[in-house]
């Protein structure tokens, strides 16, 4: 890979009809925010871009007097991607939008784990838009809305002017308990700061740990959102009993450190195993007689590790790992990944 082409950060935004995508992505084409992003959709007749927006246009891809390129995708993701790239300099960044049943992972895996795509370009946040007035009703009768949620970095928890304080706040917690490391922002009418939204550094785990140290604290009660006051942020979980319907939780392990004979092993074989179950994981390993911060990531049975820096002074030396998942055996999980330590 040479200097002249920098990997352009690809974001993945995801949510229902009606959660607020396409006010957002009309805004990131027409806004003056001074950025020339590249946006993918998956059908570009439903967005009704305003035709006086249109400077030209190649069948293909469409070009906004904003700067901003719009490109429908026909057929196959990569395909797209490749005729967008061959326009080097032309775009700062790219966001692919998924439809609103879409499963987010085949889309996260290609730029996770494709080559030519990998050389070209870098996932770099799974955003999640949200509806806060009918995400409960879409958790109890949608796998795909809890999906969403488990795989984002970060979530736009949209509309927040439709409902209460008290339901935002169930609703904020159940987030929390599907995706204990999202990033939430609340917000009306998908008024989110963009830079908040694209080229976050959030799907690479190493990044994310140097913005965020706490990340993958189980507990995770530390404020994420900017732009409000909440001192009331205790996670209710007396709420949870008319969420869980969804199925999926986040399970977090703690331990010392492992030896690399055996965790190494294990999480290859636990990924293989529960792989379809397993939406996203991510952990922070110290291995034994390594200074070095061993980072792990996985979608579904894809998984990818690192080392990451060395551990500071006075930093607590753990092994951390965060499954997100449906049907997990937790108690396997934990009894296993403990066996690993040395």
């Given at each position: ?86 326009r080097p300099g032309r775009f700062d ?15 996260a895996q290609t730029f996770f784990m ?229």
């Amino acid at each position: 890979m040479s200097d002249a082409q920098p990997q352009i950060p690809v974001t993945v935004l995801t949510g229902y009809l009606g959660s607020g995508k396409t006010t957002l992505l009309n805004r990131i084409l027409s806004e003056d925010h001074g950025k020339r992003y590249a946006v993918i959709v998956n059908e570009f007749g439903e967005i009704g871009i305003d035709n006086d927006l249109i400077v030209e246009s190649d069948e293909e891809i469409y070009e906004m007097n904003n700067g901003c390129i719009c490109c429908t995708v026909r057929g196959d993701l990569i395909r797209t991607v490749e005729t967008l790239m061959r326009r080097p300099g032309r775009f700062d960044a790219i966001l692919v939008e998924t439809t609103g049943l879409a499963d987010p992972a085949p889309v996260a895996q290609t730029f996770f784990m494709d080559d030519d795509v990998r050389a070209k370009t870098r996932l770099d946040a799974v955003v999640a838009l949200v509806d806060a007035k009918h995400l409960p009703l879409r958790l109890k009768d949608s796998r795909e809305a809890a999906d969403q949620i488990a795989f984002a970095d970060v979530v736009v928890l949209n509309k927040t002017d439709l409902v209460t304080d008290d339901e935002l706040r169930q609703v904020e917690a159940s987030i929390r308990r599907i995706n204990p490391s999202a990033r939430i922002h609340r917000t009306e009418r998908s008024a989110v700061d963009l830079a908040e939204v694209l080229d976050r550094g959030a799907f690479d785990l190493k990044r994310a740990m140097e913005n965020d140290p706490h990340f993958l604290d189980d507990d995770h009660d530390h404020e994420h959102s900017h732009d409000h006051d909440d001192h009331d942020h205790h996670h209710d979980h007396a709420h949870s009993s008319h969420i869980e319907a969804s199925g999926v939780k986040s399970i977090a392990l703690r331990g010392g450190d492992m030896d690399p004979k055996k965790f190494f092993p294990w999480i290859e074989k636990t990924t293989q195993i529960d792989g379809a179950n397993i939406l996203r994981l991510k952990g922070i390993i110290a291995i034994k007689d390594d200074p070095e911060r061993y980072v792990v990531q996985g979608v579904h049975m894809i998984l990818e590790g690192d080392h990451q820096r060395a551990w500071k002074d006075g930093e607590k030396r753990e092994s951390r790992l965060v499954f997100i998942g449906r049907e997990l055996d937790e108690e396997r999980l934990r009894r296993t990944f403990e066996a690993c330590q040395a």
